[in-house]
């Protein structure tokens, strides 16, 4: 079955809401049930992604639940749970974020990534977009698209990630792993509470040293783990 089939049949119970997005080979969109009134967003990929299979299944709060994996003919569909709320960057544009509110944010990220790094996976996109918070404040960190398996490769063999969020290993100087998405939230800490990059303004006090172990060229000199950086 294509991916085109399989969504037709899908939308024999949903109507489409809207493209949330379209590209770099994937295909989101928000999809309502005509009787339920029940949301979901589909995936739409022309590769796999082994980071939706392992957390299909897998309830966290700061994760979206993947409902189902479907490879196709052309590609893979995955079938997640629609969340409601804005993003950081949404959020960031209406003025800097207060410090506590960044913590509980930082705090939810960290423990998504917990989750995600005890299945063997490094997510490689953390970034204001990709990190919803619901009307009760709860941080959500979508969009696994990039997300790799740690495996013992020396290093990473294709450059991905978000200029000014990805770390130097992503650059192909070494392999990703947990402490990649440590550097990421070091960068997102700091671009929360002071809008911007710490390598233009790097934040005040506690909160900067922080920053600077989380965005150390050195692995070895970050915070090894995101349970640690979240505590």
């Known amino acids: 079955m294509t991916q085109k089939e399989y969504l037709d049949a ?3 119970q949903y109507h489409l809401v809207h493209v949330m997005s379209d590209k770099n080979g994937c295909r989101v969109l928000h999809l309502r049930h005509k009787a339920l009134r029940l949301d979901l967003v589909v995936r739409q990929l022309t590769y796999p992604v082994g980071a939706y299979t392992a957390l299909c299944g897998v309830i966290c ?4 639940q993947i409902f189902d994996v479907v490879d196709n003919d052309d ?3 995955v079938l997640e749970e629609y969340i409601d709320g804005f993003t950081v960057a949404t959020l960031a544009e209406s003025g800097r974020i207060r410090y506590r509110q960044a913590k509980k944010i930082l705090q939810g990220v960290c423990h ?3 989750v995600l790094h005890r299945l063997g996976y490094v997510h490689r996109d953390v970034k ?3 990190v919803v918070v619901r009307p009760n404040g709860q ?3 979508v969009d696994l698209n990039i997300s790799r398996q740690v495996t013992t490769v020396r290093r990473d063999t294709q450059i991905m990630g978000t200029v000014g969020y990805a770390s130097p290993e992503q650059m192909g100087l070494a392999q990703s792993d947990a ?3 440590v550097y990421a939230c070091g960068v997102l800490l700091n671009v929360m509470i002071t809008g911007k990059h710490p390598s233009d303004q790097l934040a005040r006090g506690r909160t900067g040293l922080i920053v600077r172990r989380c965005t150390a060229v050195n692995p070895d000199d970050r915070y090894q783990t995101a349970r640690r950086l979240a505590m």
């Open 10 to 12: 899908l939308l024999e």
């Open 179 to 181: 402490r990649t998405d």
């Open 61 to 64: 709060t700061n994760l979206p």
């Open 128 to 130: 204001p977009e990709n």
């Open 112 to 114: 998504a990534l917990t």
């Open 75 to 77: 590609g893979q569909t």
């Open 139 to 141: 941080a959500v960190l």
